[in-house]
């Protein structure tokens, strides 16, 4: 069972505008579970985006953008390009220092 | 600059042992909490352990609890993963990371590039 959940794939056009979520299984996602997200490219190490909800990696373009959105964290890209096309983690706190990654999400720009 | 770089990774057979060594530098490591990140081929990533920045405090996640150890020397700038009983289903690169925050745990934030490790007879 999968406590952290993602969308496993999602498309967006090119210049367009995408929100990836990052939810619990059972409950709301918050601030005090200091989402994360990151994003992969075949044969890389991750990346970080967004950490602490909201605040953007260095280097890090601003059309990515974190927030929580009803009961759940979420990743917007607006003005998507071409290589933004990546797999995207989030990542929350569960407590007793405990961490779980959702299952990812397969981003297709196109 | 910020460089975390894993070795120890190899082939090795199901029950026996290994273990993985993360070389940090470029910033204080003693002043930050470490993990192991692992993702099996084709599959995504999977939180493993986390130690605090003076060693005192160490969390697993259940599917390693047990079999896995974390430890770090501060004195060298070196985080270590002991992998003991090893499965198959331990095959995966494994990633060194530091946190996002010095002393308080907010998080994977840097990442190393990663050692293979194939759990296979």
């Known amino acids: 069972q999968t406590v952290v959940t993602q969308e496993p794939s999602f498309s967006v056009s090119p210049g367009g505008t995408v929100t990836l979520t990052c939810g619990l299984r059972s409950g709301s996602v918050s601030t005090t579970y200091y989402p994360t997200w990151y994003q992969q490219t075949p044969g890389q190490a991750p990346r970080t985006l967004i950490y602490?909800?909201?605040t953007r990696s260095s280097g890090v373009p601003d059309r990515f953008s974190g927030s929580i959105l009803g009961n759940k964290a979420a990743l917007t890209i607006t003005g998507a390009q071409a290589d933004d096309e990546s797999d995207y983690y989030c990542v929350l706190y569960m407590g007793g220092g405990i961490w779980v990654f959702g299952g990812g999400t397969k981003l297709t720009v196109l | 600059q910020v460089q975390l770089v894993e070795s120890g990774g190899g082939v090795v057979q199901p029950g026996r042992s290994l273990r993985l060594s993360c070389a940090a530098s470029g910033f204080i490591f003693s002043t930050y909490a470490m993990h192991w990140v692992r993702q099996a081929p084709g599959k995504g990533l999977e939180w493993m352990s986390l130690?605090?920045?003076?060693?005192?405090?160490?969390y697993y996640a259940d599917s390693v609890k047990g079999r896995f150890t974390i430890s770090r020397d501060n004195s060298k700038n070196t985080l270590h993963l002991q992998m003991n009983s090893l499965r198959a289903e331990d095959t995966a690169v494994y990633y060194c990371a530091r946190d996002e925050s010095i002393y308080v745990v907010r998080g994977v934030h840097l990442w190393g590039q990663g050692t293979m490790v194939t759990v296979s007879s």
């Open positions: 602490s909800t909201n």
């Open positions: 130690i605090s920045y003076d060693g005192s405090n160490e």
